[in-house]
């Protein structure tokens, strides 16, 4: 991981970020069918490993206008 400038961080501020992040997780358990929105501009999010076939879309609106500028389907198969 680096900076803008791509000097590598400090790995006591990769421990001291990851800290700060761990203190604020929010688990969302999912069954099948089920879909969560979220705003990668206003959320960091990630996932647990999970056993299956994944469905991830996403999509890119235009936030002034309100138009979608692009829209992908992603699939995967989790391979263990």
Do not use: I, K
Not at 59 to 70: A, H, I, K, M, P
């Amino acid at each position: 991981v680096f900076y803008g400038d791509l000097s590598p961080l400090e790995p006591a501020l990769l421990e001291a970020v990851d800290e700060a992040v761990g203190r604020h997780v929010v688990r969302v358990p999912m069954a099948t069918g089920e879909v969560v929105l979220l705003d990668s501009y206003q959320a960091l999010h990630g996932r647990d490993c999970f056993e299956g076939r994944r469905e991830h879309g996403v999509v890119w609106l235009d936030e002034e206008r309100g138009e979608r500028l692009t829209c992908t389907a992603l699939f995967h198969q989790n391979r263990a």
